[in-house]
C-alpha cells in the first residue's frame, strides 16, 4: 500500500513524457521477452519466401511446370494470406491476441505438411492456401501484440523484432535451399518446404507461456489482470500506472476506476463498428492515420524486394552466373546481408529515429535499383561476359537488400503497428497486411513475365521510379512517432502542422534536459 501511495494521482497533467530522467531506466527484460516470442512467428513468412527461391527450380523440372505456373506457385501464397490478415483483427478481438499467434502456428503447421507431402501441382497449391492463412495471421498479430506489450522507450525496437524474424526465416530458407540441393529431385524440394513445420511447432507452445496483451485485457473490462502485465512489462511502477491510466481512457472506461473487473460494451470487446470508422466516415485524423499505415505497407512491396528476394537465382543467372550452386551460395550471401542490417535498424530506431531512418532507407534504395537495372541492362545487350557489370549486379542486390532492411523493412512494420487508436488497431493493422500481402502476390506471380515484356533492366527501372515516388509519399506525410506512448498518436496526427510542432517539441526537451543537467551540476 505504501508503495501504490507513492505513485502520482492518475492525471491528465502527467504523461509518460513526463518522466523522462537523465538517467535511463532499467528496461523491462519480460517485455524483451515476450516481443521475441511473438515476433517469432514471423519467421513463418521468411522461410517460406526464402526457400521457395531455390524450391522452385527443383519444382519446376520434376512436376514439368511452365514459368506462368512457377509464377503463381511462388506469388499465391501472399495473395491466399489476404484471408488470414483479415480474419485476424476480428479473431484478436475476440479470443485475444495470444491464442491467435497459436493459431496462426497450428494453420501453417498444417500447410507446410500439406506442400512437403504433395504428389503433384494442384495438391501443392492447397498446401500453400492453407499456409496462405497461417502467414496472414502471423504477420498482422505478431507487430500488433508487440507494441501493445512494450514501453515507449523501446517500442521501436522491439516491434522491429516481425522484420528481423522475416529476415532470419529468408536466410534459413536459403540454407536449406543448399542443404537439401544434393538430395534426389523428387525429394529435395518436399523436404525443404515440408522442413518448415517444425518451427511451428515450437513457436505455438512457447507462445503459451507469454501474457495477454495488457490493451486487449481493458478492452474485456479485465483491469486486475492488465495491471498485472503492465507492472511486468513496463520500466518503471510509474509507468505501469501511467499505461494503465492511458489506456483506460482511450477505452472509455473512467480513470479513477480501480476494480479489477468492469463491465464493457460489445462494441469496445469485440471492436463492432471498427470498419465504419476506419473507411465509411473516418474523421481526418483517422484518415491521415489509413493512408499512412496502408501507403508504407504499399510501397514497401510494390518496390520490388519480394521480387528480388525470391527471384534472386534467375536475377544471378541473368548477370552472369550459370552454377545453380554458385547462384543458390548467391542467395544465401544475400539473405545473410539482409539479417545483419535489420539488427543493425532493430538498435537504431529507437536513438535514430522512424523519418531519418526511412528516408535514408528509400533513397539508398533507389540508387541501389538505377545501378541495379543500368548493370543488367548492359549485361543484357552485350555479347561477352563483362566481368565488370557481373561484378556491379552482385553488389547492388546486396545494397539494396541492405538499405531495404536498415529502414524500409522494419519501420514498416513497427509504424504500422503504433499508429491506430486502441479500438481501431487490430483491424486497422489487418488492412495494412492485406495491402502488403496483396502487392507482394502481384508482384511475384508477375515478375518474370514483367522482366521478358520489358526487359528484367526494365523492370528494375520501373522499381527505381517508384521507390521515388515513395520517397515522396513519406516525407510529406509520415511524422515521427519515436517516443509517443500509443495513445498520443491520434494528438500527433490530428495537427496538421506536426513538422513544425515536432520542430518545437525538440527544441523544448534539449532546453528542459540542460537545463536539469545545470540543476544537477549546481
Known amino acids: 500500500m505504501a508503495a501504490a501511495a507513492s505513485l502520482p494521482p492518475p492525471s491528465h497533467s502527467h504523461t509518460l513524457q513526463d518522466f523522462d530522467p537523465v538517467k535511463k531506466p532499467k528496461r523491462s527484460k519480460f ?20 526457400v521457395m527461391s531455390g524450391a522452385i527450380i527443383y519444382i519446376q523440372k520434376d512436376l514439368k511446370l511452365s514459368d506462368v505456373q512457377i509464377e503463381i506457385l511462388a506469388g499465391i501464397l501472399s495473395v491466399y494470406s489476404l484471408i488470414g490478415s483479415f480474419a485476424a483483427g476480428r479473431t484478436s478481438d475476440r479470443i485475444g ?13 498444417a500447410g507446410a505438411i500439406l ?49 528481423v524474424f522475416i529476415n532470419a526465416g529468408i ?31 515450437f513457436l505455438a507452445l512457447g507462445v503459451l507461456a507469454m501474457p495477454e496483451s495488457p490493451r486487449w485485457l481493458v478492452m474485456q473490462g479485465r483491469l486486475g489482470e ?18 494503465l491510466c492511458e489506456i483506460k481512457s482511450a477505452a472509455g472506461i473512467p480513470e479513477n476506476c480501480t476494480d479489477d473487473v468492469v463491465q464493457v460494451s460489445a462494441r469496445s470487446s469485440h471492436g463492432d463498428g471498427v470498419w465504419q470508422e476506419l473507411l465509411i466516415r473516418p ?12 501507403g508504407i505497407h504499399f510501397f514497401q512491396q510494390i518496390t520490388g ?36 542490417f535489420i539488427l543493425v535498424a532493430t538498435f537504431m530506431l529507437d536513438r535514430v529515429g522512424r523519418r531519418p531512418l526511412l528516408l535514408s532507407s528509400v533513397a539508398g534504395m533507389v540508387a541501389s535499383l538505377f545501378a541495379l537495372a543500368t548493370g543488367l541492362t548492359i549485361i543484357d545487350h552485350s555479347d561477352h561476359k563483362l566481368t565488370w557489370a557481373v561484378v556491379l549486379c552482385i553488389l547492388t542486390v546486396l545494397s539494396f537488400v541492405a538499405t531495404f ?73 509520415l511524422p515521427e512517432t519515436q517516443g509517443k506512448t500509443l495513445e498520443e498518436m491520434q494528438v500527433l496526427f490530428g495537427n496538421l502542422n506536426w513538422k513544425r510542432e515536432a520542430k518545437k517539441m525538440e527544441m523544448k526537451n534539449r532546453a528542459d534536459t540542460t537545463e536539469v543537467q545545470l540543476a544537477g551540476s549546481n
Open 31 to 50: 517485455a524483451f521477452a515476450c516481443a521475441i516470442l511473438a515476433s517469432m512467428t514471423s519467421i513463418l513468412l521468411g522461410y517460406d519466401i526464402g
Open 97 to 109: 491476441r495470444r491464442y491467435t499467434i497459436v493459431l496462426a502456428g497450428a494453420i501453417f503447421f
Open 115 to 163: 506442400m512437403g507431402f504433395a504428389t503433384n501441382y494442384s495438391f501443392l497449391m492447397f498446401g500453400r492456401f492453407v499456409a496462405g492463412i497461417g502467414v496472414g495471421y502471423a504477420l498482422m498479430i505478431a507487430p500488433v501484440y508487440t507494441a501493445e506489450v512494450s514501453p515507449a522507450s523501446t517500442r521501436g525496437f522491439l516491434t522491429s523484432f516481425p522484420e
Open 171 to 201: 536466410l534459413l530458407g536459403y540454407v536449406s535451399n543448399y542443404a537439401f540441393s544434393k538430395l534426389p529431385l523428387y525429394l529435395g524440394w518436399r523436404m525443404m518446404l515440408g522442413v518448415g513445420a517444425i518451427p511451428s511447432v
Open 226 to 243: 492488465a495491471r498485472k502485465v503492465l507492472d511486468r512489462t513496463s520500466d518503471s511502477k510509474e509507468e505501469a500506472e501511467l499505461r
Open 283 to 294: 474523421t481526418p485524423t483517422i484518415r491521415h492515420i489509413v493512408i499512412a499505415g496502408v
Open 305 to 340: 524486394i519480394d521480387a528480388v528476394v525470391l527471384y534472386s537465382p534467375r536475377i544471378f543467372e541473368k548477370a552472369g552466373i550459370t552454377s545453380p550452386d554458385q547462384q543458390l551460395l548467391a542467395t544465401v550471401a544475400v539473405g545473410f546481408i539482409k539479417t545483419m
Open 405 to 477: 532492411s536498415i529502414g524500409l523493412g522494419p519501420i514498416t512494420w513497427v509504424y504500422s503497428s503504433e499508429i491506430f487508436p486502441l479500438r481501431l488497431r487490430a483491424q486497422g493493422t489487418s488492412i495494412g497486411v492485406a495491402v502488403n500481402r496483396l502487392l507482394s502476390g502481384v508482384i511475384s506471380m508477375t515478375f518474370l513475365s514483367l522482366s521478358k515484356a520489358m526487359t528484367i533492366g526494365g523492370a528494375f527501372y520501373l522499381f527505381a521510379g517508384i521507390a521515388t515516388v515513395a520517397w515522396v509519399f513519406f516525407y510529406t506525410l
